[in-house]
Each structure stands twice: as C-alpha cells, then as structure tokens.
C-alpha cells in the first residue's frame, strides 16, 4: 500500500480507496483493532476457547440463537463505492433482534472482565453500561429493562460478545443491506419510514424509549428484523469503514460536501447519511446510549 | 489470525506514516502582506500551525468560558485594547428545550442554549476554542452557570436572561463546529468528534463582521434547525463611525424550526421518570448537577425531515423561542441610537428584517464597515447573512421587530422593542 494512497485522507482519498469487505485498509486496522484485543486475553482466539480468567462455559439460555438467515443479492448502498453503486453482500446469518440487557448480563457473568467496573478505559469510554445500576446488575431505568437492546456498549465490547456467542459483528454492508430491504417497498410508505428514521436520529435515546414503553422492541412491526430500522446506531465490524486514517476524518463532510457521497436524494438517502457519519464518526472505546449491536454469523 | 507478528510491523509501519498526516505537523501558516488584499487584516507570520486536536480527556462542568461570551440579545462588552487572544469553550449537549408555548423538543446545541453563545471578538484578535461533546450527558444549564464560577460572566446570569430553563436531554452523536469568521483548512480544523471527546482548534478573526458559526455534521440542515447554531461578532478594529454615539446594542437571530408532534402512547403512563439517566440524582450544589424540577417525559416534538427539505417550518423564531421577544421585550429610551446585530441562521428561509415606525439610518451589510448603505426601510438576509443595523427611536411607544415572510405571519418572526423616555 502506498504511502502516497494512505496519506489520502481528504475526500478523493476515500472515494478511491474506500474498498467493500475484503478491502486492504479497512481490514488492516480492524485485524490489528482485533490483534490487540486478542493480546490483551480479552477475547478468544476462536469462538470455543474461554478468556482467561473467565469460566470456561459456552453461552446457553439467553443468549439469541435466533438468527435469521439472509438471503445474498445485490443493492444500492446509500453511499458510493468508487464509481460504483450496485455492490453485492452473500448470504449470511443475522439476529432477529439486537442484544439485550438479559443477554449482555450473561456476557458479564461469565467474563468478569468485560464488567463496568472491570473493563480497562481503552476498551471503553465513559458511557459503558452508565444507564446499569451495577456491574451485575441492570437495575430499574427504562434502557436498562432485561429486554431492552444494550446500549452505552463500545466496539471492543460488541466484538467479544458476538465472539462469545459463536459468531460475529455484521459488516457494514451486511446490516445496510438487511436494513435496505426491512423498508416498506412501497415508495410513499419507503419515504414515511426514512422520514420517521430521521426523526429517530434526532433524538435517539427519547425514541428507544418510547418504543419500550410501546412494546415494540420484542416483535418486529414489519418484516423480519427488530428494530430494523429503529433509532439507535449498531455497530458493525468494519464501522470507520469510510475513514482511512486517525485525526482528519474523510467523512469531515461540511457544508455541501455530500453531494460527492450520495447521489440519490430521498429521504431515505438522507437518513442513510447522517447515519453513516454518526457510526463512522464513533472510536473503537464510544459506548454511548444510543448505540448497541446485534450479531451476524457465517453460514457453514 | 495467522501470524500476528507480520500484522503488528505492518500496523507500526502503517501509524508511522499517518504521523506525518496529523494535524499540529503540518508547515505552519506563514502568511506575509504581499498576500493579503489591501485594506484587510493580514496573516500573522508567527501563527502556529493550522489543524485541530482531538483528545479524549473528558472533563465535566460548566459548558461556556470565556470572558466574551454572551446569551442573545446581549453583546459582552469588549475591554481590551488593540488585540488578544480569547480561551473560549463551548461545549456541545443537547437539552429539552421549548420552542413555544407547550411545545418541547430535544435541541441540540452549542453551551445549552439555542440560539448558542454568541461570542464578541475584535478583528484581528485569536480565539483558542475548545469544546467537549456532551451529548450523552444530562446537564442542566442553568445549573452549571449558577453554581460554577468558571462560567461566562453572562451565562452566570442565565437565570435571569432564560426564564423558561432548559433541561438535561440525551443524543448522542458526533458534532463538528465551523466558524464561518475563520479563514482556515476546514479539513484539518473543521473535524468532527465524537461524545466523549474534546477538540481545541484556533483561529483569527481577520475579518470584520457578524459570522455564523454551526454545527457542519451531516444534516446540516437538521443540526441547524434543532438550535446548534450561534454567532460570533467581530469588531472591526476602528470601529464603526457612531460608536460614540450608540446608546444599546443588541443581537438578534432569526431561525426556523420543523418539528412534527411525536407519537405518543403508553410512554405518557412510563412511571420511570428517568429512564435513560437523563437526571442526576446527585445534589452536590458545586457540580450544579442538581435534579431539576420536572423531568416530565419524553419530548413531545421531534425533527420533521420532509418538512425542512420543503421549507415549511412548524416555527421561526427569534433568539431560539416563539415568542420571546414579546414576553421580553427589547428597551430603549427615547432619543437612543439603537445598534443591532441581526443574523438570520435559516436553515433553509431568505427573509427580510423590518421595524415599524423605523427607517434604518445606518446599514453595514454583513457587519462590515466598509459596506455602509444609509436609510432603508428592511434587510434582506438569507441563510447566514447578516447586517448591523442603527436607527434612533423617535418617541416613546412600541415598535415591532419583524422579519417578514407573510408566510412567517404567526408563527413568532417577531417581537418588540419598547421604548420610554428614560428607560435606564
């Protein structure tokens, strides 16, 4: 890789390097993001080796074993990959519904390590389960409801529950696709929903819960997926795959610059933005409460 | 996983030669007067190097400091003499704030308030920014600028300038800041970062004027219609020709708002009063993290896309609220030269600023001196320009401040300036 191609940070750097799954830069710094997670005994080397330090037991009970399978194809991703538009994802296998509370605290049962008060500040920031009333405990708060999608999770975290779970973070492009086809098809009622997403993502947290108090976060409303689409941002495993470099941000997009990145207009195009921003915008260690995750797996 | 030894020099490698892309290594700006346009502020030749940084050392309290910080209408007073550089930080949160009678909504915004600090520079002083987001964390405005004496000497009096307090709301997403009285890289100063993260970046208001500043995330058009805007005043160095004579100087800022009522169902009958942690239970007076009032529920607006790409807005305003420049009026006494700093944010309107009764005596388009048009009856503005606009008040009354778009009619374009012999 040339330097000359990795000082690319502006805009045209993205544009050509920006690469789909498999591409060199993106991969390269989850791999050592992974490395490093791997070194410090953090997360298992393969699904069935325990931590160190933690009981060696597999998942059971409520972890999610409801994975959905998705079926490969073709689409339009809301930002440009090049020149290109159409972009194809296989097929894979994806949670019905994100994480939850009750899941996330068999996670922190069984790897100590990953609990509030455990978990080192550089694998998570501020916000690490800060709506939790303790480590072992997710306490009375609407968010922290046992059935509510955890949130105020990092990447790091995500990453080593989906490990633990027997799978993995989706990629970027897995979850856009799923969440491309979980819009109505319907034209008006696509822009009523892509419209109601943009509201979401005005005021996440207030949305999350009114849709717990709705009872919307246990069953889908419509198709297949929970909260897909719903308010809050879920990581995926190649999230700053828009970003090449640390301090200037490609996705720096001021006043007027998007134009470059999206070609369509709709509103769903505009929600697709300001959600590829925010997640991109994330560090590896951001847990805020109003991202969290749902696990994909490879089909076997 | 396979040989993680070849990845790790790799990776080494590869951070090595992003160490020469970070910003604060670059060559600095070394500006000379052979490049600057006659008659305008120069480029210093010791500027340090251009660039924003990025730090993770979160830090709470008192989201404005600076000395020259104020809440619209007023305009701090400038103190120095010639040129200095201002400490400014403005931190970004989001709070639940009103945009009129009964109609609440999660704002974000710059310091806590919409429309944000507004800032008063001299040209060719430096202002040092740092800001830190906020906007996972519940903070109570008002609260932090009572009890923290670190705060704008303004904003320590919130109390008094807001009556209508705004409360801790959670939304978290990255922020960015561009402040449009800046000549510099916007892609190596204007980046974004994230919650939890803090920025410091610098700049020289080499240009005279009234300058938007605002939140450069993508929706540009969303951030700036949910209040994450303000305003920096710079004062050009000889000042305007009737500085003497200028009895009150306000600042006023126009801006639309699209919020459509949320749906509400059972969360009315939510028994859980905090439910994200939006209220800290934590009383400690020194913090000013003190649980407000009333955390009621969730807000019952929220951004309407579709109506801001039509440019139909559910509200414009003035200085952030339906309304509030009537229910607090602007004062002058009669026979005052009134001064004022008027910026319309948009997002997305053109409109035409007017006072009854009045004939503007003195128009410097944009703020700038050297742009003086005399004896007009409105200024038109769109989004993000601005005017510094005088009149004398010829008699006791009231006088209606209005930015017109028939369209605008009732929904709080307006407000009032009450004038009496007098009025101290």
């Known amino acids: ?168 973070l989706p990629t970027e492009q897995e979850w856009e696709y799923v969440l491309a086809r979980s819009l109505p098809e319907d034209p008006s009622a696509r822009t009523t929903a892509a419209g109601e997403l943009l509201g979401f993502y005005a005021d996440p947290v207030n949305a999350l819960v009114e849709l717990l108090a709705r009872g919307e976060t246990r069953q889908p409303t419509a198709g297949t997926f929970v909260l897909m689409p719903g308010p809050v941002v879920e990581w995926v495993e190649d999230y700053q795959a828009t970003i090449l470099g640390s301090g200037a941000d490609p996705t720096q997009l001021g006043c007027g610059v998007s134009s470059q990145l999206v070609t369509g207009r709709t509103l769903e195009d505009q929600a697709g933005l300001v959600r590829y921003t925010r997640r991109s915008a994330l560090s590896a260690r951001s847990a805020t409460s109003a991202v969290g995750f749902r696990c994909a797996a490879d089909i076997e | 996983m396979a040989r993680p030894l070849v990845f790790t020099s790799l990776l080494i490698g590869v951070l090595g030669l992003f160490v020469g892309c970070l910003p604060g290594d670059q060559t600095p700006e070394a500006g000379t007067a052979a490049n600057a346009a006659p008659g305008l502020a120069t480029e210093s030749a010791d500027a340090p190097p251009a660039g924003a940084s990025i730090t993770d050392d979160y830090r709470q309290g008192t989201p404005v400091i600076g000395e020259t910080l104020s809440m619209a209408p007023y305009l701090a007073p400038l103190t120095h003499e010639g040129n200095t550089t201002h400490d400014v930080r403005i931190d970004t949160l989001a709070v639940e704030a009103t945009a009129g009678p009964g109609i609440y909504y999660t704002a974000w915004t710059f310091g806590g308030s919409v429309p944000g600090p507004i800032l008063h520079v001299r040209e060719g002083d430096r202002i040092r920014y740092t800001g830190t987001n906020r906007s996972d964390e519940p903070i109570h405005p008002a609260s932090q600028f009572r009890n923290n004496p670190e705060s704008s000497p303004f904003a320590r009096r919130a109390g008094d300038l807001d ?105 009315q009958n939510d028994t859980d ?9 934590d009383t400690d007076e020194n913090t000013g993290s003190a649980t407000p009032a009333n955390t009621g529920g969730p807000s019952t607006y929220r951004w309407d896309h579709a109506a801001a790409m039509a440019g139909t807005p559910s509200q414009v305003v003035l200085n952030g609220r339906a309304n509030l420049l009537h229910d607090y009026p602007l004062v002058a006494s009669r026979g005052d030269r009134i001064r004022l700093y008027v910026i319309n944010q948009g997002p997305v309107q053109t409109s035409t600023f007017h006072i009854t009764g009045i004939v503007f005596d003195r128009i410097w388009l944009g703020g700038v001196p050297a742009n003086e048009l005399r004896g007009l009856q409105s200024v038109t503005l769109a989004p993000s320009e601005s005017a510094v606009v005088e009149f004398v008040v010829p008699a006791d009354g009231e006088y209606t401040l209005l930015f017109g778009r028939m369209s605008d009619e009732n929904r709080g374009a307006d407000g009032t300036l009450v004038v009496q012999t007098g009025q101290s």
């Open chain 1, 1 to 168: 890789m040339k330097a000359e191609a990795m000082k690319e940070t502006g805009m045209r750097g993205m544009r050509t390097n920006r690469q789909r799954a498999g591409g060199v830069a993106p991969t390269l710094v989850f791999t050592s993001l992974l490395m490093i997670l791997v070194a410090s005994g953090l997360v298992a080397e393969t699904p069935a080796e325990a931590p160190s330090g933690a009981s060696a037991e597999t998942p059971t009970g409520p972890v999610a074993t409801d994975r959905v399978p998705v079926t490969g194809g073709t689409f339009d991703p809301i930002l440009l990959v090049g020149d290109r538009r159409t972009t194809t994802v296989e097929s894979f296998l994806l949670n019905r519904s994100p994480v939850t509370n009750g899941e996330y605290l068999a996670f922190v049962r069984a790897n100590p390590q990953w609990r509030r008060s455990e978990v080192p500040t550089i694998f998570a920031g501020n916000g690490y389960l800060a709506h939790w009333a303790a480590d072992l405990e997710p306490g009375s708060r609407t968010l922290a409801r046992e059935d509510a999608p955890v949130v105020g999770v990092s990447w790091y975290a995500a990453s080593a529950y989906c490990r633990w779970a027997g799978g993995r």
């Open chain 2, 163 to 267: 009556p209508v307090e705004a409360m801790p709301a959670l939304a978290p997403a990255a922020h960015a800041i561009d402040f449009h009285a800046a000549t510099v890289a916007p892609d190596r100063t204007w980046l974004s970062w994230a919650p939890g993260e803090t920025i410091r970046l610098e700049w020289t208001a080499r240009y005279p004027g009234v300058f938007t500043y605002h939140n450069s995330m993508p929706s540009r058009t969303m951030n700036t219609g949910l209040g994450m805007h303000g305003v920096v005043v710079v004062s050009p160095r000889e000042g305007y020709p009737t500085d003497e004579e200028v009895a009150r100087s306000y600042v006023i800022v126009r801006s639309e708002l699209y919020l459509a009522e949320a749906a509400r169902a059972s969360a």
């Open chain 2, 273 to 281: 009063e905090d439910p994200a942690g939006a209220t800290s239970s």
